[in-house]
């Protein structure tokens, strides 16, 4: 199980570059907001319910046994805030995100800033925009006009990708799919996973002409609605590199290839989330797909780079709220009980 054909120290030197770009960004749009969707729908709390009749042989990680994890899930924009104190508009299409943060998590984790945490990340298509981390830097050429007309042209499957996720019309995040898009670890296998809706709902001619109606139709259906969300979360099996590559994530795991497997239920209860205190733990939670069991670790070039580029953005992030709020310790959430 190969994680990337860069070599350590391009990796490294590609990583850094990519950090440091990023901080930038934050510096002048939001020191004290995410660089990695900041814009958030909705942060609520939930169950992640393991299955009682997974195969003996996905029984791993959190897996292993069957309980039930308390969880806080944030659905997301992926568009970064356009300026100071102003995020991006829901009309304007782009991806959107799913981070899962399971509580009571026992074991050591690949991380120590989080003790009893795993996290699982997710994106509203199939497959990754990028090949590698070197992807951000060549995306960064092109998009600039600084990139000669080869890698114009080599980008090109990048942009297609990063258009079709653009094309979609989304009436709720709640009513969609999330899929993992890179690979990850079940014990000795690779993996890919998917969180889909049981709840359904056709998708829409138009969308609500306001800047955030998807915060708002997640109000209405998990508050004034008084309904309850539920999710199955399903896993795709490693076949071969051919059908199911590790080192390409924008390559799609098709279903016929490796089919799903289901192994939890998310549910959401109806709840109210949309208040200030609310706003602000979800401000200070930090999700990274590097908080994890070594049994669930994340696999390949772009989750290699995401391992310092998350940790260093979020203590950065931290650092200015707490500055910001002159308190030691800005915020904390209950690892027990998230409610």
Request: net charge negative; no cysteine; hydrophobic share 40%.
């Amino acid at each position: 199980m190969t994680i990337s054909k860069l070599s350590a120290s391009e990796q490294e030197t590609i990583t850094d570059a990519v950090l440091a770009a990023n901080l930038k960004s934050q510096q002048e749009k939001g020191p004290d907001l995410r660089q990695v969707h900041p814009k958030s729908h909705a942060l609520v709390w939930g169950e992640f319910i393991v299955e009682n009749d997974i195969p003996a042989a996905l029984k791993v990680g959190v897996f292993a046994t069957v309980q039930t994890y308390p969880i806080w899930v944030r659905f997301s924009n992926a568009a970064q805030a356009e300026k100071r104190g102003k995020f991006a508009s829901d009309k304007k299409p782009n991806a959107h995100g799913l981070a899962i943060k399971l509580m009571s998590v026992e074991g050591e984790k690949v991380l120590d800033d989080e003790d009893k945490t795993q996290d699982f990340i997710l994106l509203n298509h199939p497959v990754f925009f990028l090949r590698d981390v070197k992807g951000y830097v060549d995306l960064a050429k092109v998009a600039s006009g600084q990139a000669d007309p080869e890698l114009t042209q080599a980008m090109q499957p990048s942009f297609a990708i990063l258009q079709e996720i653009a094309s979609k019309k989304i009436s709720n995040p709640l009513f969609i799919q999330y899929w993992s898009t890179t690979p990850y670890k079940l014990g000795s296998q690779a993996i890919k996973f998917s969180v889909k809706p049981q709840q359904i709902e056709a998708v829409p001619d138009s969308i609500p002409d306001a800047d955030n109606y998807l915060r708002e139709a997640a109000v209405k259906y998990l508050d004034q609605e008084g309904q309850d969300a539920f999710f199955d979360f399903l896993i795709q099996l490693y076949v071969d590199e051919e059908k199911t590559s590790i080192e390409n994530p924008m390559q799609e795991w098709k279903e016929e290839d490796s089919p799903f497997i289901k192994v939890a239920t998310i549910k959401i209860p109806s709840q109210k989330f949309d208040f200030d205190e609310r706003k602000r733990l979800d401000e200070g939670l930090s999700f990274n797909p590097w908080h994890t069991l070594p049994e669930h670790e994340p696999i390949g070039s772009v989750n290699l780079a995401r391992k310092k580029i998350y940790q260093e953005l979020a203590k950065y992030r931290r650092e200015q709220i707490e500055m910001r709020l002159r308190e030691p310790q800005p915020f904390a959430f209950t690892e027990d009980d998230p409610r």
